[in-house]
């Protein structure tokens, strides 16, 4: 095929990575036929044996789900993965394409990194499960991808999986704040139209007075959410003298106060009511507003510790509401009521905007993070990590405080835009960091004086007084806390922040996690898994690595050979020039042979004058090459007394092989072959014919 027409490898990965979802093709026994950008979490999880059954009820079923619908057939699978199935054909044949395994909601991937972190998932190796997270925030990218895709599977003249790319450019799809109001819109009386006129709405010219809420209801619709409710509160306490008026949102089945006041750290508890109480209902069916009492410390009631709710409605669903502090007389109630109303679905409009905004926000947060922890060298992971971290909250200053194991408290890992050398520091982080790393709960503060917590030390110089103390947690250990502060631009810190740490922790607790065993590894290294001759690795590390990657490519099904590597007639050579040329012999192979490798190559010292080396994401003609390329270098070595030269056998890991031994015994097979034809040669394993259990027994 010509570089003018793509093959269905490129077109799938074209489509896949243009809109940062997963593609695959599945045949109708469920059987994967491509797979495209896909989720590192999928493969970890349809190539474990304990685990692939439920990954077969979800993906393996996709076909079934999709025959006979005209509509893509939607699932969430059990890993919490937003999946879209339509039907495709390729030469008459059928097949089921999945399109997105990603997450669209940051709570299902908090579930997620949980079972992977201390659950039934956490048998996976880190560094592998999220390699490639896939999180999109929303599913207008899976319709973007299907709409590229269907324009060429509903014609079974064409095939999705060889064809060329589209003449016409595609149309993005309806924009997703308009689809989920026309959703809206389908389920209650009240049309919610994306831009209205800047004046009431028509049912206002009934109402008495309506016309000074003109302004207001036009002025909204060019704010955020957060303003628009600002601007309301701001409005109704002119017009009304209120002295107080508290905003609440809806979250799931409570409505719950939110932090839109500059005084917030004054009150040391917020207001949750349910949205479907029976007193709420009852009071919105009579139009009478619900009216909150708190107590004081000494269970007395007073006229000022009453709030008067007002529910914010769109249609007959309670969305949001206002409580006004103290009672207000029946007029004003009324008039409250109607106001409320009137001004539910522009609200909402808002609203939805601000919930599509702020999961795009947090989507692409987490995949800048993912990019940068990618680039992240070991010599500076806690700065980095700690500074790309503040990059996404837009903190000029950050700290990442660790336990200190020898001493009670908490000591600085890293320090970014710090005016005070904090791994100096007394007492760091008992004001804050310590409690929330105890308690494992985040603390954001929208101002410290005002929220009775002590000042920092004025040396210390902070801009702001808004604060983030967050903590990172793997499994039930509490390791490390990050801390914010000095927001740019001297704005404060919001729940907005800490949903989108949230979201990035368990990432950060994997990188952690991840740096901690490389720590371990050179550890290692420097106890026992160096020869010391050579300076390459031994036998030992080569045993653990073997397994370790046995396992790799049983889940990703990913191609990796071994290499066994023997000097010819080495017992002569020591026998006639002795064993300190013999040494420097050994010692001038290895140097050939890390001359010539990858950096992701393994050699090691299997022992005497045996060589093996491990060659990842390498299949046995590319292992081939590299090994005539080893064996053409050591022959045309100067050595000291006499030409050396090689041996070398390739085994392909295959899944004949039960253990690591019987990969090695598979090579050591393919190099007995080439010492039998005569020695300095390459014989490869896969291509000697027979089956292993027959040349073994």
Same mark, same amino acid.
């Given at each position: 095929m010509s570089s003018e027409k793509p093959t269905k490898t490129k077109f799938l990965n074209s489509v896949a990575e243009e809109f940062g979802v997963a593609v695959a093709v599945l045949d109708k026994n469920g059987r994967e036929v491509s797979v495209s950008n896909n989720n590192s979490i999928c493969n970890s999880l349809w190539n474990s044996v304990t685990h692939k059954h439920k990954c077969a009820k979800d993906c393996g079923t996709a076909f079934e789900k999709a025959t006979g619908s005209p509509l893509p057939a939607e699932y969430v699978c059990h890993a919490g993965l937003k999946c879209k199935a339509v039907l495709v054909s390729e030469k008459g044949k059928e097949f089921v394409a999945i399109i997105g395994r990603t997450f669209v909601r940051g709570e299902n991937y908090r579930e997620t990194t949980e079972k992977a972190i201390s659950g039934e998932w956490s048998t996976f190796r880190p560094t592998e499960f999220f390699e490639n997270i896939l999180m999109t925030g929303s599913e207008s990218r899976i319709d973007s991808a299907i709409d590229r895709l269907e324009k060429f599977v509903v014609r079974h003249d064409n095939s999705i999986l060889d064809v060329d790319r589209p003449e016409k450019s595609f149309q993005a799809p309806e924009n997703e704040i308009?689809?989920?109001?026309?959703?809206?819109?389908?389920?209650?009386?009240?049309?919610?139209?994306?831009?209205?006129?800047?004046?009431?709405?028509?049912?206002?010219?009934?109402?008495?007075?309506?016309?000074?809420?003109?302004?207001?209801?036009?002025?909204?619709?060019?704010?955020?959410?957060?303003?628009?409710?600002?601007?309301?509160?701001?409005?109704?306490?002119?017009?009304?003298?209120?002295?107080?008026?508290?905003?609440?949102?809806?979250?799931?089945?409570?409505?719950?106060?939110?932090?839109?006041?500059?005084?917030?750290?004054?009150?040391?508890?917020?207001?949750?009511?349910?949205?479907?109480?029976?007193?709420?209902?009852?009071?919105?069916?009579?139009?009478?507003?619900?009216?909150?009492?708190?107590?004081?410390?000494?269970?007395?009631?007073?006229?000022?510790?009453h709030m008067t709710l007002i529910p914010v409605m769109v249609g007959n669903d309670v969305r949001s509401a206002f409580a006004v502090k103290g009672k207000?007389?029946?007029?004003?109630?009324?008039?409250?009521?109607?106001?409320?109303?009137?001004?539910?679905?522009?609200?909402e409009i808002l609203r939805l905007r601000d919930e599509v905004s702020r999961r795009d926000w947090v989507s692409q947060g987490v995949k800048r993070f993912s990019d940068s922890l990618r680039r992240i060298d070991a010599d500076d992971f806690w700065t980095r990590v700690t500074q790309i971290s503040a990059e996404l909250l837009q903190a000029e200053r950050a700290s990442l405080l660790v336990k200190n194991d020898k001493a009670e408290g908490l000591y600085a890992k890293a320090a970014i835009g710090s005016a005070t050398d904090l791994k100096q520091a007394s007492g760091l982080g008992n004001r804050i960091a310590r409690h929330a790393l105890e308690q494992g709960d985040p603390v954001v503060v929208r101002d410290m004086g005002t929220a009775g917590i002590s000042l920092a030390p004025k040396d210390w110089r902070y801009k702001t007084s808004s604060f983030i103390s967050f903590p990172i947690l793997i499994g039930d250990r509490r390791i490390a806390v990050m801390n914010f502060t000095d927001r740019a631009g001297g704005d404060f810190f919001s729940e907005r922040d800490v949903e989108l740490l949230q979201t990035i922790a368990p990432q950060?607790?994997?990188?952690?996690?991840?740096?901690?065993?490389?720590?371990?590894?050179?550890?290692?290294?420097?106890?026992?898994?160096?020869?010391?001759?050579?300076?390459?690795?031994?036998?030992?590390?080569?045993?653990?690595?073997?397994?370790?990657?046995?396992?790799?490519?049983?889940?990703?099904?990913?191609?990796?050979?071994?290499?066994?590597?023997?000097?010819?007639?080495?017992?002569?050579?020591?026998?006639?020039?002795?064993?300190?040329?013999?040494?420097?012999?050994?010692?001038?192979?290895?140097?050939?042979?890390?001359?010539?490798?990858?950096?992701?190559?393994?050699?090691?010292?299997?022992?005497?004058?045996?060589?093996?080396?491990?060659?990842?994401?390498?299949?046995?003609?590319?292992?081939?090459?590299?090994?005539? #390329?080893?064996?053409?270098?050591?022959?045309?070595?100067?050595?000291?007394?006499? #030409?050396?030269?090689?041996?070398?056998?390739?085994?392909?890991?295959?899944?004949?092989?039960?253990?690591?031994?019987?990969?090695?015994?598979?090579?050591?097979?393919?190099?007995?072959?080439?010492?039998?034809?005569?020695?300095?040669?390459?014989?490869?394993?896969?291509?000697?014919?027979?089956?292993?259990?027959?040349r073994i027994n």
């Amino acid at each position: 095929m010509s570089s003018e027409k793509p093959t269905k490898t490129k077109f799938l990965n074209s489509v896949a990575e243009e809109f940062g979802v997963a593609v695959a093709v599945l045949d109708k026994n469920g059987r994967e036929v491509s797979v495209s950008n896909n989720n590192s979490i999928c493969n970890s999880l349809w190539n474990s044996v304990t685990h692939k059954h439920k990954c077969a009820k979800d993906c393996g079923t996709a076909f079934e789900k999709a025959t006979g619908s005209p509509l893509p057939a939607e699932y969430v699978c059990h890993a919490g993965l937003k999946c879209k199935a339509v039907l495709v054909s390729e030469k008459g044949k059928e097949f089921v394409a999945i399109i997105g395994r990603t997450f669209v909601r940051g709570e299902n991937y908090r579930e997620t990194t949980e079972k992977a972190i201390s659950g039934e998932w956490s048998t996976f190796r880190p560094t592998e499960f999220f390699e490639n997270i896939l999180m999109t925030g929303s599913e207008s990218r899976i319709d973007s991808a299907i709409d590229r895709l269907e324009k060429f599977v509903v014609r079974h003249d064409n095939s999705i999986l060889d064809v060329d790319r589209p003449e016409k450019s595609f149309q993005a799809p309806e924009n997703e704040i308009d689809q989920k109001i026309s959703e809206f819109n389908k389920t209650t009386s009240v049309q919610v139209h994306p831009d209205p006129e800047p004046s009431a709405p028509a049912a206002a010219e009934s109402l008495p007075d309506v016309s000074r809420w003109r302004s207001i209801f036009g002025s909204i619709m060019k704010m955020d959410y957060p303003s628009a409710c600002r601007t309301l509160i701001g409005y109704l306490t002119v017009q009304f003298g209120f002295e107080r008026i508290i905003w609440l949102d809806r979250r799931g089945d409570v409505l719950i106060e939110t932090e839109l006041e500059a005084d917030m750290g004054k009150r040391a508890a917020r207001i949750r009511v349910p949205a479907a109480s029976d007193r709420l209902l009852a009071s919105i069916k009579e139009e009478k507003a619900l009216v909150l009492r708190e107590r004081k410390a000494s269970g007395v009631e007073s006229e000022r510790t009453h709030m008067t709710l007002i529910p914010v409605m769109v249609g007959n669903d309670v969305r949001s509401a206002f409580a006004v502090k103290g009672k207000v007389v029946r007029e004003v109630e009324t008039e409250l009521f109607r106001f409320a109303r009137l001004v539910g679905p522009q609200i909402e409009i808002l609203r939805l905007r601000d919930e599509v905004s702020r999961r795009d926000w947090v989507s692409q947060g987490v995949k800048r993070f993912s990019d940068s922890l990618r680039r992240i060298d070991a010599d500076d992971f806690w700065t980095r990590v700690t500074q790309i971290s503040a990059e996404l909250l837009q903190a000029e200053r950050a700290s990442l405080l660790v336990k200190n194991d020898k001493a009670e408290g908490l000591y600085a890992k890293a320090a970014i835009g710090s005016a005070t050398d904090l791994k100096q520091a007394s007492g760091l982080g008992n004001r804050i960091a310590r409690h929330a790393l105890e308690q494992g709960d985040p603390v954001v503060v929208r101002d410290m004086g005002t929220a009775g917590i002590s000042l920092a030390p004025k040396d210390w110089r902070y801009k702001t007084s808004s604060f983030i103390s967050f903590p990172i947690l793997i499994g039930d250990r509490r390791i490390a806390v990050m801390n914010f502060t000095d927001r740019a631009g001297g704005d404060f810190f919001s729940e907005r922040d800490v949903e989108l740490l949230q979201t990035i922790a368990p990432q950060i607790a994997v990188a952690i996690d991840r740096t901690t065993l490389k720590d371990r590894a050179g550890e290692f290294q420097q106890l026992s898994v160096t020869d010391s001759l050579t300076g390459l690795l031994n036998r030992r590390y080569l045993d653990e690595r073997l397994i370790e990657e046995i396992n790799r490519a049983r889940r990703h099904r990913s191609e990796i050979a071994l290499m066994m590597i023997d000097v010819d007639n080495f017992k002569s050579y020591n026998d006639s020039f002795g064993h300190p040329a013999g040494d420097l012999a050994l010692k001038m192979v290895a140097a050939a042979m890390k001359e010539t490798l990858r950096a992701d190559d393994v050699a090691a010292r299997f022992g005497g004058e045996e060589f093996a080396i491990l060659l990842p994401r390498t299949n046995v003609e590319e292992a081939a090459a590299i090994a005539e #390329r080893i064996r053409s270098r050591v022959e045309h070595t100067g050595f000291q007394h006499r #030409r050396i030269t090689i041996s070398i056998g390739i085994a392909g890991y295959n899944s004949e092989f039960e253990t690591s031994k019987d990969w090695i015994t598979a090579a050591d097979l393919a190099l007995y072959e080439a010492k039998h034809l005569g020695r300095n040669n390459v014989q490869i394993y896969d291509k000697m014919g027979r089956s292993f259990k027959e040349r073994i027994n």
